[in-house]
Every structure is written in structure tokens, then in C-alpha cells.
């Protein structure tokens, strides 16, 4: 079955970086889409960005343009999320997701996704 796994996340300051890592497993991802949510204490899931592992197109949330950067792996089956300019307002469990197909306008909804990493927590102390 499909596995997502996250690893990456830890404590920063404002200001610095992080670069989480998700491993998919189980099948071939060429005709999946993968996203990156977040959660914070006592909010909703949020869509943060979204990559299409075939032709790598990627979308952002407004909150995160101009600071984070969604890439893939093709031969690694991983999927980044390289995270600058950090805020505190951007403390969260960061999740990684998968659908199948091409991502449309609905990528921004976790309802898209069949699949779920465990999460990684990223805090970003002021």
C-alpha cells in the first residue's frame, strides 16, 4: 500500500530554514500529485503547495510564495519542501500528501487526498 513518510522538521528562529524530506512508497507516483499541508494547535488542516510529479508543475498558497519551494526526486521518490524566511506564524505539523492525477483547483482541499504521511512538527521560535 502507499506510504508517505516525513522527516525534516525541528525548532528555528525566525528568519531561518528548514527543508522537509517525504519518501512515497508502494507504487509508482508518476501520475500523482503530491502536497504538503499544515495543522497548528486548535486550527484546520491547511494546504501550503502542491507538485505534479510527472511534469513538476507546482502551486502555492499566497502565505508561503516567494519563501517556500516544492520540488520532487523522480529516482529517490522523495518530495521537498524547502522552507525559507521562516515565521512564527508558520508553526505547525507540516504533512505530506498524495492523490492520483493531475492536480486542478481542488489541490487546495485535504478531501483530494486518499494518502497521509504521520506528520513532522516545525517550530518557529521569535
Known amino acids: 500500500q502507499v506510504q508517505l513518510v516525513e522527516s525534516g522538521g525541528g525548532l528555528v528562529q525566525a528568519g531561518g530554514s528548514l527543508r522537509l524530506s517525504c519518501v512515497a512508497s508502494g507504487r509508482t507516483f508518476s501520475n500523482y500529485a503530491m502536497a504538503w499541508f499544515r495543522q497548528a494547535p486548535g486550527k484546520e488542516r491547511e494546504s501550503v503547495a502542491v507538485i505534479s510529479w510527472r511534469f513538476g508543475n507546482t502551486d502555492y498558497v499566497d502565505s508561503v510564495k516567494g519563501r517556500f519551494t516544492v520540488s520532487r526526486d523522480n529516482a529517490k521518490n522523495m518530495v521537498y519542501l524547502q522552507m525559507n524566511t521562516l515565521k512564527p506564524e508558520d508553526t505547525a505539523v507540516y504533512y505530506c500528501?498524495?492523490?492520483?492525477?493531475?492536480?486542478?483547483?481542488?489541490?487546495?482541499?485535504?478531501?483530494?487526498?486518499?494518502?497521509w504521511g504521520q506528520g513532522t512538527q516545525v517550530t518557529v521560535s521569535s
Open positions: 500528501a498524495a492523490t492520483r492525477g493531475v492536480y486542478s483547483s481542488s489541490w487546495r482541499s485535504s478531501a483530494t487526498y486518499a494518502y
